[in-house]
C-alpha cells in the first residue's frame, strides 16, 4: 500500500506563485510515474501534469509556461511549481502514483489552492 499525502495549498494572489509537494511511502517510487491532477468546483477531475521515472514531463495545454513538475527521487516526493497563477487554477490539486509493476494507482487526498486577490 501507498500513502500520497500532498501539502503547500493554500491561499495565493493572482499572478502569484505555489509549490505543492507529494510526498510518498512504501518503496520503489522511483520507477513510478507520477502526476498532478485538479479538481474545480462543479467540475471534473483533469489531468494537470505528469512526469515519467526518466523525467519526461507533459502538460496540459492551460499551464505550460507556467507550471513546473518535479521529482526527487532520494526524498521520494514530486513537487508542481506553479507560477503566474490565476483564478482559473483555483481547485482541489490531487497527487497521483500511476499504476504499474503488477500495482494499481494510488491518489492522495487532495490540497486546496484558491487564487484570488
Known amino acids: 500500500q501507498v500513502r500520497l499525502v500532498e501539502s503547500g495549498g493554500g491561499l495565493v494572489q493572482p499572478g502569484g506563485s505555489l509549490r505543492l509537494s507529494c510526498a510518498a511511502s512504501?518503496?520503489?517510487?522511483?520507477?513510478?510515474?507520477m502526476g498532478w491532477y485538479r479538481q474545480a468546483p462543479g467540475k471534473e477531475r483533469e489531468w494537470v501534469a505528469s512526469?515519467?521515472?526518466?523525467?519526461?514531463?507533459a502538460y496540459t495545454d492551460s499551464v505550460k509556461g507556467r507550471f513546473t513538475i518535479s521529482r526527487d527521487n532520494a526524498k521520494a516526493t514530486v513537487y508542481l511549481q506553479m507560477n503566474s497563477v490565476t483564478p482559473e487554477d483555483t481547485a482541489i490539486y490531487y497527487c497521483k502514483q500511476y499504476s504499474g509493476n503488477g500495482n494499481p494507482a494510488f491518489w492522495g487526498q487532495g490540497t486546496q489552492v484558491t487564487v484570488s486577490s
Open positions: 512504501g518503496s520503489a517510487f522511483s520507477i513510478y510515474m
Open positions: 512526469i515519467t521515472s526518466g523525467n519526461a514531463r
